[in-house]
């Protein structure tokens, strides 16, 4: 998990009216897989690698980074994809909306980091507002290939190994039968 929120947020997608990058999280698919709190703990040390080796993010952001894209983030997708299971939604649907949401709340976390960050005497939610709108144009697509490829790799694992899903909980046991 930790290789795939790796790989997947080291596509930075420059945004240049925000000041910053956007790229997929990953976060989304560790969360369903492993829990929340769990893939808060993959974010930090994919976060901390590419600070490290790749200078993508920084240390000085680091903290801030893994709010938005650990936290928020992964109690997004999870949040999402838990309750779209509750009430009897498609595995693959439910993971998408997942993905979905854990990319989004990811960046409007961070609207509101770099908001406060920067914002100086000048009122924060008119400035919050603008740094949403420039996430926008990457974001909406960033945000639904991020579910595609969450969906993806869950409908995958229910092909190829849907035992894994029932140890990492994510599917009952009676679910695995009907697949």
């Not at 009216?17 to 990953?26: D, I, L, M, Q």
């Not at 991020?146 to 035992?163: F, I, S, Y």
Request: charged share 10%.
């Amino acid at each position: 998990m930790a290789a795939v929120v790796f790989i997947v947020s080291c596509m930075p997608i420059p945004v240049p009216t925000a000041g910053t990058c956007s790229h997929p999280c990953g976060t989304g698919i560790a969360a369903i897989l492993v829990g929340p709190l769990v893939s808060i703990v993959i974010s930090a040390v994919a976060l901390l690698l590419q600070a490290l080796f790749l200078a993508h993010g920084g240390l000085s952001t680091l903290g801030a980074d893994i709010i938005s894209m650990g936290v928020a983030g992964s109690f997004a997708g999870w949040l999402i994809f838990r309750g779209l299971r509750k009430i009897s939604v498609n595995l693959a649907v439910a993971a998408f909306f997942g993905g979905l949401f854990t990319d989004w709340a990811t960046y409007l976390t961070t609207s509101m980091e770099l908001a406060a960050g920067i914002r100086g005497t000048a009122p924060f939610w008119p400035l919050a507002a603008k740094i949403v709108l420039a996430f926008i144009p990457t974001q909406l697509p960033l945000g639904i290939l991020e579910g595609a490829m969450t969906a993806g790799m869950v409908t995958l694992l229910q092909r190829k190994r849907p035992d894994l899903l029932v140890k990492m909980r994510v599917l009952k046991e009676s679910e695995v039968a009907h697949a």
